[in-house]
C-alpha cells in the first residue's frame, strides 16, 4: 500500500480489524519512510457492476460517490459515522447481490432514499431534494407531506 504522505510503496500494517458491521476489515497501516500513520478499508467486491446514468451513459460502480452523497445530506445532524457505513454497505450488497451487471442511478438512488428514510428525516429530504430536482419551496413542502403521510399511516398500522 502505497503512503498518501510521502508515495512510499512500503508500509507495514499495525492492527487489522473487523468493521462493526462485518462488511470491511480497517487496517491502521504505517509508513517505514516518513513513520505517518493512516487507515485503509478492506472490502469484499463481488463483481464489477456498471451504473447507467439517466442520459445513458456508463460508468463503473463507485462506492465512494453513495458515501459522499449520504454524508453530505446527513451533515450536522450528529448522525454516527458508522451508521452512514452501514447504510452505504447495505446498498452496495443489494447492488452487487441484485445479480445484474448493469444497474441505474435510478435504483441506486431509490435504494439510498429507503436507507435514509429509515436514518433520518431531514437527511432524507435533503438527499431527495438534490436527488429529485427540487426547484421551489413548494416542491419541499409537497415531498415533507408524503413524509407525514407515510409515517402516519405507519403509526396506524402498528
Known amino acids: 500500500m502505497r503512503c498518501p504522505f ?3 510503496d512500503d508500509t507495514q500494517v499495525k492492527d487489522s480489524r473487523p468493521t462493526e458491521d462485518n462488511t470491511a476489515i480497517r487496517r491502521r ?3 517505514t519512510s516518513c513513520g505517518a500513520r493512516f487507515t485503509t478499508f478492506e472490502r469484499v467486491q463481488l ?5 447507467v446514468k439517466s442520459n445513458d451513459a456508463r460508468e463503473p460502480f463507485d ?10 445530506a446527513c451533515r450536522k445532524r450528529g448522525i454516527d459515522r ?5 447504510l452505504v454497505s447495505g446498498v452496495q450488497r443489494q447492488v452487487e ?15 439510498v432514499m429507503d436507507g435514509l428514510r429509515q436514518l433520518d428525516s431531514v437527511a432524507y429530504i435533503r438527499f431527495a ?9 413548494k416542491d419541499f413542502e409537497e415531498f415533507a407531506g408524503t413524509l407525514q403521510d407515510v409515517a402516519a399511516n405507519e403509526i396506524g398500522n402498528d
Open 129 to 137: 431534494s438534490v436527488y429529485r430536482s427540487f426547484n421551489e419551496a
Open 6 to 8: 510521502c508515495a512510499n
Open 82 to 86: 458508522e451508521k452512514i457505513d452501514q
Open 47 to 51: 463483481r464489477e457492476i456498471t451504473v
Open 63 to 72: 462506492r465512494a460517490k453513495i458515501e459522499q452523497s449520504v454524508t453530505l
Open 97 to 111: 447481490t441484485s445479480g445484474e451487471a448493469e444497474v441505474s442511478s435510478l435504483a441506486i438512488g431509490e435504494m
Open 29 to 31: 497501516r504505517q509508513c
